[in-house]
């Protein structure tokens, strides 16, 4: 079974571990996500949309176990997943140092490897962009376009040209997003069997 099969399977267990209702468990998912925003806001996270997004990735890796085991709420399992990501947050912000009045240091040299890692990557990543049908390439490159409240208002601007809920262009943007990593992984692990050859 592929990744992107997986991912897709892992989804939809989510979706029904949320409610067996499809529709309420959209509603619930928005539910859910809208106050992981809220949460996130208040503890002064600048991209409190993408924490929420990885809260989501997070929980719905696990969502085959959880659905089998977890008792109660399943919000209050997000919300502790939340939980944990505000201190890695936190623990980064601490690690970060100003730069201002700070002297700079040279940047260490690059590694050769590494500059062809990077390449290599670069590479996959435009020939699966390529590969995507035209509205879907159209649609990665507006959806990931801004940055901050910017990209808040963008998002649901698009989703309202597409005539879609935010949470179903969502869901969209999920599937695209798990097909070029799983083209990208391809790619690469074709190349690293060519080097082998």
Not at 90 to 106: D, E, F, I, T
Not at 147 to 152: M, W
Not at 183 to 196: F, N, P, T, Y
Request: aromatic letters at 8%; hydrophobic letters at 35%; glycine letters at 2%.
């Amino acid at each position: 079974m592929s990744r992107e099969s997986t991912s897709e399977k892992a989804f939809e267990t989510l979706l029904k571990w949320l409610n067996p209702d499809r529709k309420q468990a959209a509603e619930r998912y928005e539910q859910i996500r809208r106050s992981l925003i809220q949460i996130f806001t208040w503890r002064g996270i600048s991209d409190a949309e993408g924490l929420a997004d990885e809260t989501f990735e997070r929980v719905t890796r696990r969502a085959p176990e959880l659905a089998e085991r977890y008792v109660g709420d399943p919000a209050m399992y997000f919300y502790s997943v939340a939980k944990n990501l505000i201190k890695e947050y936190q623990r980064n912000v601490k690690l970060h140092v100003p730069l201002k009045g700070q002297r700079m240091a040279a940047p260490p040299p690059a590694d050769e490897d590494e500059l062809k890692a990077d390449e290599l990557r670069s590479e996959c990543l435009k020939r699966c962009l390529e590969a995507l049908e035209p509205e879907k390439l159209d649609l990665v490159l507006s959806y990931y376009s801004k940055d901050k409240q910017a990209k808040i208002d963008h998002r649901k601007a698009l989703a309202q040209r597409l005539g879609l809920e935010t949470n179903a262009l969502r869901v969209r943007m999920y599937r695209i997003r798990s097909k070029l990593e799983s083209c990208i992984r391809s790619c690469l692990q074709a190349r690293d069997s060519e080097k082998l050859s």
